[in-house]
C-alpha cells in the first residue's frame, strides 16, 4: 500500500504536495495547512505552530530555516502567517490536536515520510514528550531558585521528597525498579502522561512554597512530599494506575538524535525534488 493510498478524509497526501510552493526552496503556507489540518482559525492553529517552533529550538534546529514569519490577506483580511519547511509542517502536524481525523491523517502522512509509518501515533507521542521534559527542566531551575530562597540546605534530599510522595519510594529506588542509569533522571525515561503529572507536581510544589512562605529543609521536603503524593493520589483516582506502575519509555537523549536525523531526511525530499528540476 502506498503511502498515499492511506487517506479517504480531508487531509490527503496529494492536496498537501499540491500546496507546496518554490521560490528557490519549496515551503507550504501555514494558513493553507491550517485548512488542510482541519482547523478554522490561525488562532486555534497557532498553538500547534507556537509548539512546533518550541520543539524546534529545543533540538538547537534554526527557528528562522523552517519558520518564516509573513502577512498574508484571507477572506479579505491581513493575518500574520508563515512561510513553513516541510520539517516545520511535519513538527506542526505532530503537535497539532489528533482528535482531529485530518490530524491524524497527517500524523500517518509525515511519520511515513520520515520512516516511521508503522507507528505514527509513537512518533506524536515523542514528539510531545521533548516539548514536556523540556518545560519541566525550566520549573525545576525556577523551583530550585525558590528552594534555595527559602532555605534549602540539600536539594537533592527535596527533590527525593517529591519522587517520594508520589512513587511511594526515593528517587534512587525509582531508578532501580526501572533499570536507569544512576546518572540519569527518570524523567528521561518517562511518557509523555507521566512527564505531565511531574509537572504539575514540580509546578505546585513552587506555588506552595510562594504562597505559604515555607522556609527550612524540613518544611521544604514536607510540602514537596505532600505535593507528590496528591498527584499520587490524583492518579490512582483517575487511571488506577500507581506511577511507579506506568511503563518505562525509551531513551529521550535517543528520541531527540533521531527526530534530528528525520529533520534532515526530510529535508533531503524537497532538495532531491529540486536538484531534478
Known sequence: ??????????????????????????????????????????????????????????????????????????????????????????????????????????????????????????????????IIRNEITDRENSLSGVAKKAGIESYAYFQSAGYRGMYNMNITKLREIRDIPDKRSPLDFMGKEELAANLFRITQTELKIKNENIKGQSCLEITAENAGKEVRGTMMRISKVAPENLPKSSDIVIVKKDLKSKSKKIKQIDSKKNTKK
Open 1 to 130: 500500500m502506498s503511502v498515499l493510498s492511506l487517506f479517504n478524509g480531508h487531509f490527503s497526501g496529494e492536496a498537501f504536495e499540491e500546496q507546496s510552493r518554490d521560490n528557490g526552496y519549496t515551503y507550504w503556507y501555514a494558513s493553507r495547512l491550517m485548512s488542510l489540518l482541519g482547523y478554522e482559525s490561525m488562532i486555534s492553529f497557532s498553538k500547534a505552530i507556537n509548539k512546533a517552533m518550541t520543539t524546534c529550538n529545543t533540538l538547537t534546529i534554526p527557528i528562522l530555516d523552517n519558520f518564516e514569519q509573513i502577512l498574508s490577506t484571507v477572506d479579505g483580511k491581513t493575518i500574520t502567517d508563515f512561510k513553513l519547511s516541510r520539517f516545520a509542517c511535519y513538527l506542526i502536524a505532530m503537535n497539532a490536536d489528533n482528535r482531529k481525523p485530518e490530524v491524524a491523517q497527517a500524523q500517518a502522512y509525515f511519520a511515513a515520510l520520515a520512516g516511521a509509518v508503522t507507528n505514527y501515533l509513537e512518533e506524536a507521542n515523542n514528539v510531545e514528550r521533548i
